[in-house]
């Protein structure tokens, strides 16, 4: 065995010998006797010191120094000593290296020992170090049994890394059992999921949008079987609708770029001509090889869609004659301005208002005016075409858009067109019905190009045709906007006019035909404007009764005129009548706890108070009315029909009706003297009075003539600019109050 694998300890001995015999000392032996062997800390770990034996032999092998250093003296008797042949042929070995274990005669220790032998050239000496086996021995155990202990410890350690790796080993074959089970599952209910989806999940190549994976909803948005979509190689954009196609490849380029989600609705045309609303859901997604795909969910909400049409089509349509209504009409108008801004392309809006509509309705009933209205409709149809939009804004009100028309002389043709339509007979059962129509009309851009505005000045312009008559068109022109502006200027004015009590009651006596005695007055209301002074009721009335502050205005009267004259009758001592006149708009149930209310304030007998009324009032909901006014007149109130002959003089409603007393109007009363038909009007309302038992007025007498003619016809009373005009309060009070005291004081004084 090689010293220098097999044994350290006795290789750095060898190497300490052959240091020792190289040294520069006078003499080998005093060489060898220099050796250190406290050097050799190796030797002394392992043995005790006195089993080391150090031997010098000459080159012929004779013993010339024994050293055996736990002897205080070294055998001497051994010296001289011929050295034995193993020894000369260690000379040799130990060039190499090697070991021999071999007996010694000269081992004191008389124990197997290991000879380290090496040779001096200079001094032609060998030397030899015996060193018992069991100190060899015992390195080679300490090293075997540190090889064991590290190799039983790396074979625990083994071991145990082996049961770790087995044990893992296991727990991921069970995880991966339960997640391949868990992935049969998720993909058996993935499946189940997919093919029983009420649509399709689907996934196609881009640009070519053939269909590469279809599921078997497929049945239910395309009417094919997946696999037959498949083989033939089928693309996407084959079922699109044509009118949906641009639209949907314009909006999915910006997905592509972006590569995001989507979201689109279009039509689908199936193979047999089936149409079909679908919801595309999906997104863009990349290929492992690069290229571009698309997945997605188709659902099939044709069902969804026609619903959602007709909600839309009821919410823009007229249900009484499936024209557009208002709301549509109006969003027509609005975005065609607001996309047509820059090139302000022309249209016409033909405001038409039925004339005479209100009488049908109320006389015939409002079934028969129904279906008037869609009688109208129709006609209206035929007469504009497809291009225009042709709409009923409410009642009997309807407007035509006329788009891009080539000149007014196209738009009057219209209008004439459906002036004469409108203007022939209407067979309703056994009604034959004869109207007309008003048709205002404005231009775009020309009057405005606000919508709001067009429509309010195609209005204005329809109620001036109808002050010339009905039956004809009217332009808008920029004096009906300043007309306009003055009424509207007029109606706010009048809402301040109502809060700082701008308004006075004016009074015209209302007298006995045969003697002038007065009998009472009539309240006329006057506004006293701050900067333009009185204006009359004309002006005023019809915007009040429009905008509903006839209410107010009306209320403040009656209060004003049951005060003055129950003053007055309380005064005087008189039973004086106040005749007030009351709007269709304050006829209702507060307004009978209202006349209650005003006659126990002031402490006015119900006899003193008269309510006019007009015969327009009376046919405007005429059961409702005759309710109400019963009501009041179970007060004690008395009513007045005023204008009596000039509307529709329903004789039946004038007996159901708790009418006391008949106003014969003007109109009659102006030419009685002059016109025989006149006179034999009047002759027959006062006649049918007196058969009635009701009493008699006469209004605008303005000369001794006509008055004498109604003393012929034997009328109770009149009033009129002949005995006097409407007077302030003051006035009043002063001429026929204080005046007919003062008469009446010196007529007792000469009694």
Same mark, same amino acid.
């Given at each position: 065995?090689?010293?220098?694998?097999?044994?350290?300890?006795?290789?750095?001995?060898? =190497?300490? @010998?052959?240091?020792?015999?190289?040294?520069?000392?006078?003499?080998?032996?005093? $060489?060898?006797?220099?050796?250190?062997?406290?050097?050799? %800390?190796?030797?002394?770990?392992?043995? %005790?010191?006195?089993?080391? +034996?150090?031997?010098?032999?000459?080159?012929?092998? $004779?013993?010339?120094?024994?050293?055996?250093?736990?002897?205080? +003296?070294?055998?001497?008797?051994?010296?001289?000593?011929?050295?034995?042949?193993?020894?000369?042929?260690?000379?040799?070995?130990?060039? $190499?290296?090697?070991?021999?274990?071999?007996?010694?005669?000269?081992?004191?220790?008389?124990?197997?020992?290991?000879?380290?032998?090496?040779?001096?050239?200079?001094? =032609?000496?060998?030397?030899?170090?015996?060193?018992?086996?069991?100190?060899?021995?015992?390195?080679?155990?300490?090293?075997?049994?540190?090889?064991?202990?590290?190799?039983?410890?790396?074979?625990?350690?083994?071991?145990? #890394?082996?049961?770790?790796?087995?044990?893992?080993?296991?727990?991921?074959?069970?995880?991966?059992?339960?997640? @391949?089970?868990?992935?049969?599952?998720?993909?058996?209910?993935?499946?189940?999921?997919?093919?029983?989806?009420?649509? &399709?999940?689907?996934?196609?190549?881009? %640009?070519?949008?053939?269909?590469?994976?279809? #599921?078997?909803?497929?049945?239910?948005?395309?009417? &094919?079987?997946?696999?037959?979509?498949?083989?033939? +190689?089928?693309?996407?954009?084959?079922?699109?609708? %044509?009118?949906?196609?641009?639209?949907?490849?314009?909006?999915?380029?910006?997905?592509?770029?972006? =590569?995001?989600?989507?979201?689109?609705?279009?039509?689908?045309?199936?193979?047999?001509?089936?149409?079909?609303?679908?919801?595309?859901?999906?997104?863009?997604?990349?290929?492992?090889?690069?290229?571009?795909?698309?997945?997605?969910?188709?659902?099939?909400?044709?069902?969804?869609?026609?619903?959602?049409?007709?909600?839309?089509?009821?919410?823009?349509?007229?249900?009484?004659?499936? /024209?557009?209504? $208002?709301? &549509?009409?109006?969003?027509?108008?609005?975005?065609?301005?607001?996309?047509?801004?820059?090139?302000?392309?022309?249209?016409?809006?033909?405001?038409?208002?039925?004339?005479?509509?209100?009488?049908?309705?109320?006389?015939?009933?409002?079934?028969?005016?129904?279906? /008037?209205?869609?009688?109208?409709?129709?006609?209206?149809?035929?007469?504009?075409?497809?291009?225009?939009?042709?709409?009923?804004?409410?009642?009997?009100?309807?407007?035509?858009?006329?788009?891009?028309?080539?000149?007014?002389?196209?738009?009057?043709?219209?209008?004439?067109?459906?002036?004469?339509? @409108?203007?022939? !007979?209407?067979?309703?059962?056994?009604?034959?019905?004869?109207?007309? &129509?008003?048709?205002?009309?404005?231009?775009?851009?020309?009057?405005? #190009?606000?919508?709001?505005?067009?429509?309010?000045?195609?209005? !204005?312009?329809?109620?001036?045709?109808?002050?010339?008559?009905?039956?004809?068109?009217?332009?808008? !022109?920029?004096?009906?906007?300043? =007309?306009?502006?003055?009424? @509207?200027?007029?109606?706010?004015?009048?809402?301040?006019?109502?809060?700082?009590? +701008?308004?006075?009651?004016f009074y015209q006596p209302q007298v006995s035909t045969w003697d002038n005695r007065l009998l009472g007055a009539e309240a006329l209301v006057r506004w006293n404007h701050p900067q333009r002074g009185i204006i009359s009721p004309v002006d005023f009335i019809p915007i009040a009764e429009e905008t509903g502050l006839i209410k107010d205005i009306g209320d403040w009267v009656l209060d004003e005129a049951c005060r003055t004259f129950s003053q007055w009758n309380q005064e005087f001592g008189l039973k004086l009548q106040i005749s007030v006149n009351v709007s269709v708009r304050q006829l209702d149930d507060l307004f009978v706890f209202r006349v209650q209310e005003l006659l126990k304030k002031h402490n006015m007998p119900a006899s003193q108070l008269e309510l006019e009324i007009t015969e327009s009032l009376l046919m405007d909901n005429p059961q409702e009315n005759i309710r109400l006014l019963e009501n009041i007149n179970k007060l004690g109130v008395e009513f007045a029909m005023d204008d009596f002959g000039t509307g529709y003089s329903s004789l039946s409603y004038l007996k159901q009706f708790p009418v006391s007393k008949l106003k014969i109007d003007r109109a009659f009363i102006n030419d009685i003297t002059t016109d025989k038909d006149d006179e034999a009007i009047v002759q027959a309302i006062i006649a049918m009075a007196k058969t009635l038992k009701l009493k008699l007025v006469a209004e605008g007498v303005e000369n001794h003539e006509q008055l004498s003619r109604l003393r012929d016809l034997e009328c109770d009373s009149y009033q009129g600019y002949?005995?006097?005009?409407?007077?302030?309060?003051?006035?009043?009070?002063?001429?026929?109050?204080? #005046?007919?005291?003062?008469?009446?004081?010196?007529? !007792?004084?000469?009694?």
């Amino acid at each position: 065995m090689l010293v220098r694998e097999q044994y350290p300890v006795l290789h750095g001995l060898q =190497q300490q @010998l052959h240091a020792a015999a190289r040294s520069d000392s006078a003499t080998p032996l005093a $060489r060898f006797q220099a050796i250190n062997w406290q050097a050799l %800390p190796t030797i002394r770990r392992t043995g %005790p010191t006195r089993s080391l +034996q150090l031997n010098l032999f000459s080159q012929d092998g $004779r013993l010339l120094y024994i050293d055996y250093p736990s002897q205080q +003296q070294a055998p001497e008797h051994l010296l001289g000593e011929q050295a034995p042949l193993r020894v000369i042929q260690s000379v040799t070995t130990a060039a $190499r290296g090697q070991l021999e274990l071999v007996p010694s005669h000269l081992n004191l220790t008389n124990q197997k020992s290991y000879h380290l032998v090496s040779a001096d050239q200079h001094s =032609q000496t060998i030397i030899e170090l015996s060193i018992p086996a069991q100190v060899v021995y015992q390195q080679y155990r300490e090293k075997l049994l540190i090889s064991a202990f590290f190799w039983l410890l790396l074979s625990l350690v083994l071991a145990f #890394t082996r049961h770790i790796i087995i044990r893992w080993q296991r727990q991921t074959q069970v995880k991966e059992h339960t997640y @391949l089970q868990a992935l049969d599952k998720a993909e058996s209910t993935t499946s189940l999921f997919i093919n029983n989806i009420q649509g &399709c999940v689907y996934k196609s190549a881009y %640009p070519s949008y053939l269909l590469t994976f279809v #599921t078997q909803g497929s049945e239910n948005i395309f009417n &094919c079987d997946a696999q037959v979509l498949i083989s033939r +190689q089928a693309s996407l954009l084959d079922f699109i609708h %044509p009118g949906d196609k641009d639209a949907f490849l314009r909006q999915l380029e910006k997905h592509i770029r972006e =590569q995001s989600a989507f979201e689109f609705i279009f039509r689908l045309t199936l193979p047999d001509q089936e149409i079909k609303w679908v919801m595309n859901r999906g997104r863009v997604t990349i290929e492992k090889n690069g290229v571009l795909a698309l997945e997605g969910l188709l659902l099939d909400i044709t069902d969804h869609k026609l619903s959602q049409q007709q909600v839309e089509y009821l919410a823009t349509r007229d249900p009484l004659t499936e /024209l557009a209504n $208002r709301y &549509c009409f109006n969003d027509e108008i609005i975005n065609h301005i607001n996309s047509d801004q820059e090139h302000e392309i022309p249209f016409a809006l033909l405001y038409i208002d039925l004339d005479r509509f209100k009488t049908i309705n109320d006389s015939l009933g409002h079934q028969l005016g129904d279906r /008037l209205l869609k009688l109208v409709a129709e006609r209206l149809h035929v007469v504009v075409e497809d291009r225009h939009l042709l709409s009923r804004l409410g009642g009997d009100e309807f407007i035509i858009m006329m788009k891009e028309p080539s000149g007014r002389d196209e738009i009057i043709h219209l209008a004439k067109r459906v002036t004469h339509t @409108l203007s022939q !007979t209407f067979q309703l059962d056994y009604y034959k019905l004869s109207t007309s &129509c008003s048709i205002g009309i404005s231009l775009y851009p020309d009057d405005s #190009t606000e919508s709001y505005v067009l429509m309010r000045n195609a209005d !204005t312009a329809m109620y001036k045709a109808k002050e010339k008559g009905g039956n004809c068109y009217q332009f808008f !022109t920029t004096d009906m906007n300043r =007309q306009a502006h003055a009424r @509207l200027t007029l109606e706010n004015e009048l809402r301040k006019a109502i809060k700082t009590h +701008q308004f006075e009651v004016f009074y015209q006596p209302q007298v006995s035909t045969w003697d002038n005695r007065l009998l009472g007055a009539e309240a006329l209301v006057r506004w006293n404007h701050p900067q333009r002074g009185i204006i009359s009721p004309v002006d005023f009335i019809p915007i009040a009764e429009e905008t509903g502050l006839i209410k107010d205005i009306g209320d403040w009267v009656l209060d004003e005129a049951c005060r003055t004259f129950s003053q007055w009758n309380q005064e005087f001592g008189l039973k004086l009548q106040i005749s007030v006149n009351v709007s269709v708009r304050q006829l209702d149930d507060l307004f009978v706890f209202r006349v209650q209310e005003l006659l126990k304030k002031h402490n006015m007998p119900a006899s003193q108070l008269e309510l006019e009324i007009t015969e327009s009032l009376l046919m405007d909901n005429p059961q409702e009315n005759i309710r109400l006014l019963e009501n009041i007149n179970k007060l004690g109130v008395e009513f007045a029909m005023d204008d009596f002959g000039t509307g529709y003089s329903s004789l039946s409603y004038l007996k159901q009706f708790p009418v006391s007393k008949l106003k014969i109007d003007r109109a009659f009363i102006n030419d009685i003297t002059t016109d025989k038909d006149d006179e034999a009007i009047v002759q027959a309302i006062i006649a049918m009075a007196k058969t009635l038992k009701l009493k008699l007025v006469a209004e605008g007498v303005e000369n001794h003539e006509q008055l004498s003619r109604l003393r012929d016809l034997e009328c109770d009373s009149y009033q009129g600019y002949y005995f006097s005009k409407p007077l302030p309060q003051q006035v009043f009070y002063e001429r026929h109050l204080l #005046t007919a005291e003062s008469r009446r004081s010196a007529t !007792t004084l000469q009694s």
